[in-house]
């Protein structure tokens, strides 16, 4: 089953990415972590562009780090809202926001 990773930050900056496309999270400091997926950039082999999601926290950043990779590993559901800020859902309780969010082009 294929999984998508949900972004929101407002009704008018919000994004969708395949979690196929996820290549690594990094914990930036104790309140950011960055999301960073490989997008195709055009049909040309090898030429990819890296989008970053960037979700703030209120501290324990390694702790929201595995509940993002426990949902993409092993939950049930193949939308995962990892932040909206419009309706204040995340998968975990530090989250506070998401950074604003590129378009992807």
Same mark, same amino acid.
Not at 32 to 60: C, K, M, R, W
Not at 67 to 77: E, R
Not at 85 to 91: A, E, K, Q, T
């Given at each position: %089953?294929? +999984? $998508?990773?949900?972004?929101?930050?407002?009704?008018?900056? %919000?994004?969708?990415?395949?979690?196929?496309?996820?290549?690594?999270?990094?914990? $930036?400091?104790?309140?950011?972590? $960055?999301?960073?997926?490989?997008?195709? $950039?055009?049909?040309?082999?090898?030429?990819?562009?890296?989008? /970053?999601?960037?979700?703030?926290?209120?501290?324990?950043?390694? +702790? &929201?780090?595995?509940?993002?990779?426990?949902?993409?590993?092993?939950? +049930?559901?193949?939308?995962?809202? &990892? *932040?909206?800020? &419009?309706?204040? /859902?995340?998968?975990?309780? *530090? %989250?506070?926001? /998401?950074?604003?969010?590129?378009?992807?082009?």
């Amino acid at each position: %089953m294929e +999984k $998508f990773l949900f972004y929101g930050e407002s009704t008018s900056s %919000m994004t969708c990415i395949p979690a196929r496309r996820l290549s690594e999270i990094q914990r $930036f400091d104790e309140t950011t972590i $960055f999301i960073l997926h490989e997008l195709p $950039f055009s049909s040309t082999v090898g030429s990819d562009s890296q989008y /970053v999601a960037t979700v703030n926290v209120s501290g324990e950043p390694d +702790k &929201v780090i595995n509940t993002i990779t426990k949902a993409i590993n092993s939950g +049930k559901d193949p939308f995962i809202v &990892v *932040n909206d800020g &419009v309706s204040g /859902v995340g998968l975990h309780s *530090n %989250m506070t926001t /998401v950074g604003a969010l590129p378009a992807i082009s």
